[in-house]
């Protein structure tokens, strides 16, 4: 098969390094693949992943249609971030593919795209999710009040999905959404992930070194990570706070920084600051740590790197017990509930600090179950089979489009278009 | 269903063959209840293509729906419960929203299907009027001939007045039996035709029962044999048509114009007063017995003048120049 896949391919992006991961298994699997970089401009020229095949550009418009032209399918790597998305939201509505989905919400990416097509942005609001939220959609305070009034409500999936001629996914939680708005098959296929820093891994690994247990979490450290809630949870034990270490690696705002740091010493907590490091340092910090900390509220991901790389490494990890991370097997990684998530971290950190061999028992469970689960050979796989159905499908779904648009250009309402009796007839196509 | 309309097809394929061309009839199934069913019923018909014609003459909705380069409406029926019966209170589409929705999806479709036709012909001025009002469309009314007019020559000036065709509420053979009550007792009736329901027949049974109209009235309800129907409208006094705002003359007004025979309608009939003309072609009653009683009376108070009226049916007709022919021609530019 013949697939032209719309990617962040920059060194800085997870998505573009499961790209890279599964486009070396498709190759290696016979097929030929050309990598459409869809970074924003200014990113476009900065180092990539090595993907090993054709790479070209998304604003090279000549390219990318040659490209089509001999291509099977489109496919499409899309997360909630419009600079590195920049040339999927572009592509998708000219040339519709398999979207791969890594977020049940894309307000942000939509948000960004909507600045320079704010028109089509209220029409699509209206259409999806009615006036009330045109009218809210654009004036919250900040980026949590956003999140907060947009994550249930207007998650703007359905604006990428409803282009889509079929969707990959990573976890169950949110499909329903997508099965509503998505014409063609919507398959949940586990992320593909590696640990490639496993090399590396620290060999002289001790448990609860000096005495003390490493907690770490990783990533671009945000407040749904919660690490305020982690530093809160060691200072309300004082088998914790005398015990615990918590390092943070990866990028973070100074005035984030500045307010966790004031926190933890203000409640006497062990609390470091890495910030960003490279891959060999941040593998490092993975393999010396006891246990990750992959906390999340509100969880929006359809799958969570990081979380993968804490169970592919061996480790013990923390997760909120919501969304994809509710979908791993309750004994491969330790769950807490957001309702009571300062007492549950206590217990359970206290448990982890005090059983070691516990802790690496669950740590290997996650790892066998993870290596085999997180795999780009099965990912490239079913995805081959998903651009199949999509393209099989593809004749009934432009039937529907098509009876769809008559209705509409007849000024169909809405409540006419979803009556019994419209559907039934449609359904024949499905 | 077999109405005038299906007739109507059959005649033209028939004619357009004579005129040289290959033709067949599409016959598209349609049915207005439940009125939920209508907009898929609608898509369907949106679907079909025929490439493989030169020509399309749609006829009806919702068949004026299928697309083609080259297609012609000569138009019998709107959906007339979104448009005129909705006004007069005579929908079949559901009351609020549901109803309006419904109604705003027939005129834009209906109004795409026009704009996209070559040409417009509708059956009668009352059509072109109504397509007019509710469309703004402008359209040419093209009379459709009448099929078999070798069967209206001849024929004698009988003792009853006839009323022939489909049975029903809205044809109103029941008010003339009730004007019947109202006439001299040298007045006869014959009304024959197919009942639409078994109801619309025993309705008129009734009625003769109960007004006492037996030895002056027969009711002949079933679907006549062409030739059974001729002859007991050419052995007429004089013919009487009343429907209630018709669209179209009527095939059995011109074919009683055909034969020569007076005709009696009432002023809401529609289409066919472009045919009867009071006093000259025939009367126009009030829709109301005793009007009508004094038209049934006054067909044999003066039988000349009766005979007279007939001709100048005839004449009026003739002069309309409706013919196969011509129509096909027209159809064609």
């Known amino acids: 098969m013949k697939l032209l896949i719309f990617t962040p391919a920059v060194k800085t992006s997870a998505i573009g390094?499961?790209?890279?991961?599964?486009?070396?298994?498709?190759?290696?699997?016979?097929?030929?693949?050309?990598?459409?970089?869809?970074?924003?401009?200014?990113?476009?020229?900065?180092?990539?992943?090595?993907?090993?095949?054709?790479?070209?550009?998304?604003?090279?418009?000549?390219?990318?249609?040659?490209?089509?032209?001999?291509?099977?399918?489109?496919?499409?790597?899309?997360?909630?971030?419009?600079?590195?998305?920049?040339?999927?939201?572009?592509w998708l509505a000219r040339l519709p593919g398999v979207v791969c989905l890594h977020d049940f919400f894309v307000g942000h990416m939509f948000y960004a795209w909507a600045q320079e097509n704010m028109d089509a942005a209220n029409s699509i609001l209206k259409h999806w999710y009615g006036d009330n939220v045109v009218k809210s959609f654009f004036k919250y305070p900040d980026n949590a009040a956003f999140i907060e009034g947009t994550k249930d409500e207007a998650p703007l999936v359905e604006w990428i999905t409803s282009q889509a001629l079929g969707v990959i996914t990573h976890s169950r939680w949110g499909t329903p959404r997508l099965i509503r708005s998505c014409a063609g098959p919507v398959h949940v296929v586990p992320l593909a992930y590696d640990a490639p820093g496993e090399s590396t891994m620290t060999p002289d690994y001790e448990p609860n070194k000096f005495g003390r247990m490493k907690l770490l979490t990783i990533g671009h450290i945000n407040r749904n990570k919660r690490v305020a809630s982690v530093i809160r949870a060691i200072a309300s034990s004082p088998l914790l706070k005398q015990n615990v270490v918590y390092r943070l690696v990866g990028s973070i705002d100074p005035d984030t920084a500045l307010d966790l740091s004031a926190l933890a010493n203000g409640l006497r907590v062990n609390l470091v600051i890495s910030g960003s490091v490279d891959d060999t340092e941040l593998a490092i910090a993975v393999g010396e740590t006891d246990v990750m900390s992959c906390l999340r509220w509100p969880s929006l991901e359809a799958a969570s790197a990081s979380a993968i790389e804490a169970m592919l490494y061996g480790k013990a990890t923390v997760v909120t017990d919501t969304g994809f991370y509710g979908e791993i097997p309750d004994d491969c990684v330790e769950k807490i509930s957001h309702e009571d998530e300062i007492n549950e971290l206590r217990t359970t950190l206290e448990r982890l600090y005090s059983s070691p061999g516990a802790r690496a028992a669950m740590g290997e469970r996650a790892r066998q179950w993870a290596s085999s689960t997180y795999s780009a050979d099965n990912y490239a796989r079913q995805l081959v089979d998903t651009s199949i159905a999509s393209q099989r499908l593809r004749p009934r779904v432009i039937a529907k489009a098509y009876f769809v648009r008559v209705m509409k250009q007849w000024g169909a309402s809405d409540e006419l278009l979803h009556a019994e009796e419209t559907l039934g007839s449609l359904a024949v196509m499905s | 269903m077999w109405g005038g309309a299906e007739e109507l097809s059959v005649n033209l394929q028939k004619n357009l063959i004579i005129a040289g061309h290959d033709s067949e009839v599409l016959r598209i199934p349609f049915q207005w209840e439940p009125a939920s069913r209508i907009s898929s019923q609608m898509l369907m018909v949106r679907a079909l293509e025929l490439w493989n014609v030169d020509k399309v003459i749609a006829l009806k909705f919702p068949a004026f729906y299928i697309r083609h380069p080259d297609k012609t409406l000569w138009l019998l029926h709107q959906y007339r419960q979104a448009y005129d019966l909705y006004d007069a209170g005579q929908t079949n589409l559901p009351p609020g929203q549901e109803g309006d929705d419904l109604r705003a999806l027939i005129t834009n479709a209906d109004n795409e299907a026009f704009a996209e036709s070559k040409r417009i012909f509708t059956n009668s001025e009352v059509t072109r009027r109504r397509l007019k009002k509710y469309n703004d469309f402008d359209a040419t009314v093209l009379l459709p001939p009448i099929n078999d007019p070798e069967l209206f020559a001849g024929g004698q000036f009988g003792d009853y007045i006839f009323a022939g065709g489909r049975v029903n509420g809205m044809k109103r053979q029941h008010l003339l039996l009730e004007a019947l009550a109202h006439t001299s007792s040298n007045v006869r009736l014959i009304i024959a035709g197919p009942p639409d329901s078994p109801a619309d027949g025993n309705q008129l049974r009734e009625a003769v029962e109960r007004l006492g109209l037996g030895d002056r009235v027969k009711l002949d309800l079933r679907f006549l044999p062409r030739e059974t129907y001729a002859e007991y409208l050419i052995n007429a006094a004089a013919v009487a048509y009343l429907p209630f705002d018709e669209d179209s003359l009527g095939y059995v007004a011109m074919e009683a114009a055909t034969a020569g025979k007076a005709l009696i309608t009432t002023s809401d009939s529609g289409g066919i007063l472009g045919l009867v003309k009071h006093r000259e072609t025939g009367w126009v009653a009030k829709p109301a017995a005793a009007s009508l009683a004094d038209v049934m009376n006054a067909v044999f108070v003066d039988q000349a003048l009766t005979r007279s009226y007939g001709r100048s049916a005839r004449d009026l007709w003739n002069s309309f120049e409706i013919t196969w022919p011509k129509t096909v021609e027209s159809l064609l530019q």
């Open chain 1, 17 to 90: 390094r499961m790209s890279c991961l599964v486009t070396h298994a498709l190759v290696a699997q016979g097929h030929d693949v050309v990598i459409v970089r869809a970074e924003e401009k200014e990113l476009l020229r900065r180092p990539s992943h090595n993907f090993g095949t054709r790479m070209i550009p998304w604003n090279d418009e000549k390219q990318v249609l040659d490209a089509a032209a001999q291509c099977d399918i489109a496919v499409y790597q899309v997360g909630d971030n419009f600079l590195y998305h920049e040339g999927c939201v572009s």
